[in-house]
């Protein structure tokens, strides 16, 4: 058991950290606000949610690894956060956050009075 638990933490700390959370709040951001719905609207493209996110995660994990200065072995890191972010966020956060922040066109407006 012991040998379990010390590999479980070696790949959670192995994992970047600072990229899995902003992607995450990057990603709720981008679609709270329905920014691709809005490029869409004007280039007349429409993408699904999961290639949406897809797309953000590699744009962002570049722009983290060029900033960053990773070596060619840090792009394992990279994605292995990415995935371990998209699982994090889809099963978990989402859940939680639908309870407490509704999508934008769901709020009552008996609510905001």
Not at 2 to 8: R, S
Not at 57 to 75: H, M, P, Q, S, T
């Amino acid at each position: 058991m012991d040998i379990v638990l010390t590999q479980f933490t070696n790949f959670m700390n192995a994992l970047d950290w600072f990229y899995i959370f902003s992607f995450i709040l990057i990603t709720y951001v981008i679609q709270y606000y329905q920014i691709p719905q809005f490029i869409g609207r004007g280039l007349e493209l429409q993408l699904k949610n999961r290639y949406q996110v897809l797309l953000i995660g590699v744009v962002y994990a570049i722009l983290i690894f060029f900033i960053r200065d990773y070596e060619v072995k840090g792009i394992g890191t990279l994605i292995i956060s990415f995935f371990f972010a998209t699982v994090f966020h889809k099963f978990l956060l989402e859940v939680l956050l639908e309870r407490i922040v509704p999508k934008p066109g769901k709020v009552d407006q008996e609510d905001l009075l």
